[in-house]
């Protein structure tokens, strides 16, 4: 298909009048410094390169894709880039996304041409140079190329997300992203229009104490140096060397470890967790622990950009759907190290997460009606299940035996074994139980909440005939798995991951409503923390709350979902 290539005010005026007409546009951008060169739009009949260092007015091209749905690959790189030139679309259709969302296992422009148009593109000219004062006609090729490539891509991708059925989310079909791609699917409709919340997510940062960070770093090198310290002196080796701790585990303790393949005693935490009653694991343990946290803070530090961290973001990050993060990521600081995060003189964070989401999701997928009973009357599961267990009235269930019923739900609902629970009661919640409890345990679990045990034996069956289990989310993200704990564990936290994602499109969209200066900082699986100024905290605290609870509602037709939140100029909670 042939382009045009633009670059003049005028000629720029000219073409978004029209290509005013098209809903959406197909949109690609050739980058260099923190600088745009080229933006490449196309609409169903035309493409249009348009060169920014020849036009110095963008108004037009702003207001064009201010109204209209773009259509990209990698969105988030471009939409980085048009951000900084206050250039923000109306939707979003991410032809990478939707890569994911149909199980590719690669997500490169270049491997969805090849599955599904079946030819290879040159990429030759990805890395030329675009600053150059006169652009070759063969860059200008490659750049249109990327645009048409997208116009054949589009529809393929939008028919096969619309067979991506959802049990749930009929609402949003009726979505401006619905509307203006076309889409019929619950979970591509989430995830394309989330493509914005990421890029603003990555731009918004996440702001730190920095004095708080390095006190806390030097008491942690402290703590770390002193119990070292002692593990020399007690024991006279070196706790970072594994050979050595091997030894002296399997010599002087007897300890029955498990060799590596390589033939090497092994060392690693989680073969120790269940020999941390044994002084030198018990202290290994400790200098493992404050070790990755030395490693943490130090990260935390080295990204610092002035006193906000702006880590990057990976939308769908696992198989679930489920995001990650990364230099560093801030999904997986502790709780009792999150002092170190605090919004600026006069903001405060609203910290907003959903309560017990994972059992309130296996109970509706699996449809335990006990279970779904339970929180419909608003009873403290764990304490309810510690006395079905237990045989126990809930009002003389302890708060250890609560934490033991933790350990049960969490863990049985997605199978564990009994020996699995001991060591899980042991080691997550500080709970000592035999084997044998822990059968009789997990028995009287199953025989009250039948539908997880059928569950269960649904997945193992279609495991051993077919080799694989295929599912999907409520919302209607489909899902493969190979082994039991992935089949069972991953439309529980696929659909955790598609209600956290609604959840943040509903609060933007009534934060906007309502003119709310509030941004997204970060996100963690269950857990929103937006920022914002303290006259309006309430508010926003209000309408998160309430986003968060309406996604539940689409979600989850059958468990109610509560929502516990706080107002704190800390990342803390308690």
Known sequence: MTFEYIT???????????????????????????????????????????????????????????????????????LHYL???????????????????????????????????????????????????VLSDAQLKYAAKDVDVLRELFPKLRDMLNELEGERGEELLKTRTARIFGLKSPVAIVEMAFVKEVAKLERNGLPVDIETLESTLKDIERKTQKKVQEFLIKFRVDPFSPKQVGQLLTSKYKLNLPRTQKGNVSTDDKVLSSYAHVEPVRLLLEIRKLKKLSDKFKEIKENLKGDRLYPEFKQIGAVTGRMSSLKPNVQNVPREERAIFKAPEGNTFVIADFSQIELRIAAEYVNEELMIRAFREGKDLHRYTASLVLGKREEEITKEERQLAKAINFGLIYGISAKG??????????????????????????????????????????????????????????????????????????????LLKLAVLLFDAEAKKKKLDAKLVNLVHDEIVVECRKEVANQVKEVLEKAMKQAGKIILKKVPVEVESVINERWIKD
């Open 421 to 498: 629970l001991a060591e899980y009661a042991r080691t997550g919640y500080g709970v000592e139980i035999s084997e044998e409890e822990a059968e009789t345990f997990r028995n009287r679990f199953f025989k009250n909440f039948k539908a997880f045990k059928l569950w269960h034996e649904k997945v193992k069956k279609e495991l051993k005939e077919k080799g694989v289990f295929r599912g999907r989310t409520l919302l209607g993200r489909r899902f493969t798995a190979t082994t039991f704990n992935d089949a069972v564990n991953y439309p529980i936290q696929g659909t955790g991951a598609d």
């Open 83 to 133: 951000m900084n030139y206050q250039i923000e679309p109306l939707a979003t259709f991410d032809t990478m996304i939707a890569s994911f969302l149909l199980g590719y296992e690669r997500h490169s422009l270049n491997h969805l041409v090849g599955n599904l148009l079946g030819y290879t593109l040159d990429k030759s000219y990805q890395l030329s140079d675009w600053g150059a004062p």
């Open 8 to 78: 003049g005010k005028t000629g720029l005026k000219e073409i978004c009048k029209r290509l005013e007409k098209s809903p959406y546009l197909y949109l690609d951008t050739e980058t260099t410094g923190n600088r745009i060169r080229l933006v490449q739009l196309g609409d169903d009949e035309k493409t249009y390169v348009i060169d920014l260092y020849e036009i110095h007015d963008i108004t037009p091209l702003r207001e064009l894709i201010s109204e209209k749905g773009v259509i990209g690959h990698n969105l988030k790189f471009d």
